[in-house]
């Protein structure tokens, strides 16, 4: 899958921008705070319906505008060209066209135009919370299973009316048969989005292993582990376990909403013991491996978003990452950073065709 155009009105700090994109590398440069990355989330957009950084739609409007709008122009295995569009107003609700039909709903949207995006925000992965982990799963599992997706929707929308019943009964009694309604509707949903997690990791822990390996050229083991808030026993006997705690707390302390993955090199936990060069192998051979996994579900090569992740790296680091991404099982790749020599020297010998943008103070010019 290519993107062959894209077009971005108000957009950040982006007030226009028209792009005629190379189907090899497109490098955009300069310095910090121009709107290189901003660039990158309007292409984020188009595959996910939102922004990679967790964003509202009303913060990615720019300043003084009403609206934003990005479009792309996408040529999908077989010659077919896709044209979508996402445009939000304020007071409005968002609008995501495909070949000018509105979609009803956007999760209908998610997985056609398969994407993988890599930037420094990906060291929550490891530092940060049980929610970065699981996003990232759910986030991968979502791009090709739509009925996994469909589960996650439902069940967040189930949790959302069981903790509001929790928060309606403080100082009352609590409506337990409301309650197991709920508790069943989360079950059925916690037990298919379980299962769909364990297959997940079971093969994909394995490509993850392979990219690590070829990226930092070591013998260090790496693993991925599946850490479920629900040891033993069903999810409907766990929530049923919890009611009084949830009484007291108010909110559902059990489920697959706190689940959590858990990253280990050589036995130990990598947020504890890892140096800031294996962290960022381990990043990104994960997101690589997530690239793998996708084209292999889909049929259909992702596009790799690379935002300044050569900076801190060391030269044998960065020639590795480029000697995969440059790889034939790699797609189109956009990478963003501040220096234009250090890229120069990056592609030196990748065969693939590149084109170079200029970014500052928001706008977006190609290198002649």
């Not at 595959?47 to 934003?68: P, T, V, W, Y």
């Not at 709903?105 to 929550?124: K, Y």
């Not at 309604?181 to 990791?201: T, V």
Request: aromatic share 10%; net charge neutral.
């Amino acid at each position: 899958m290519i993107l062959k155009e894209l077009h971005i009105v108000n957009f950040k700090n982006i007030a226009e921008a028209s792009l005629d994109l190379s189907e090899g590398f497109n490098c955009f440069v300069g310095r910090n705070g121009v709107g290189k990355t901003n660039v990158l989330d309007a292409v984020y957009h188009l595959s996910m319906c939102k922004s990679f950084f967790g964003l509202s739609d009303q913060q990615n409007i720019r300043h003084g505008e009403a609206f934003f709008m990005v479009q792309g122009v996408y040529a999908r295995e077989g010659g077919d060209e896709v044209e979508v569009c996402y445009a939000m107003k304020r007071g409005q609700k968002k609008v995501l066209k495909k070949n000018g039909k509105v979609y009803s709903r956007l999760s209908e949207h998610v997985g056609l135009l398969p994407l993988v995006m890599i930037a420094p925000e990906d060291a929550l992965l490891i530092d940060g919370g049980s929610e970065e982990r699981r996003r990232l799963m759910d986030g991968i599992i979502s791009q090709y299973n739509r009925e996994y997706l469909y589960q996650l929707i439902r069940y967040n929308r189930v949790l959302a009316q069981r903790n509001a019943l929790l928060r309606g009964a403080e100082g009352k009694r609590l409506d337990g048969e409301m309650l197991e309604a709920w508790d069943g509707q989360l079950a059925e949903s916690g037990e298919e989005i379980m299962r769909e997690r364990r297959r997940f990791l079971e093969e994909f822990t394995g490509m993850f292993r392979r990219y690590y390996e070829a990226l930092s050229l070591s013998r260090e083991e790496v693993e991925l582990a599946y850490k479920p808030s629900v040891g033993t026993g069903s999810l409907l006997e766990a929530f049923r376990a919890s009611w009084e705690r949830d009484r007291v707390l108010m909110y559902t302390t059990t489920g697959i909403h706190r689940d959590d993955l858990s990253f280990s090199i050589g036995a130990y936990p990598i947020k504890k013991l890892g140096s800031q060069g294996q962290k960022k192998t381990f990043l990104v051979a994960l997101k690589l491996a997530q690239y793998a996994w996708l084209a292999r579900m889909t049929g259909v090569k992702p596009l790799l978003l690379l935002d300044d992740i050569f900076d801190k790296l060391d030269a044998d680091r960065v020639a590795q990452i480029v000697q995969v991404v440059g790889q034939e099982a790699f797609g189109q790749v956009f990478i963003t950073d501040t220096h234009r020599e250090r890229l120069d020297e990056i592609l030196r010998l990748q065969e693939s065709p590149c084109r170079f943008f200029t970014v500052e103070g928001g706008e977006v010019r190609v290198e002649q």
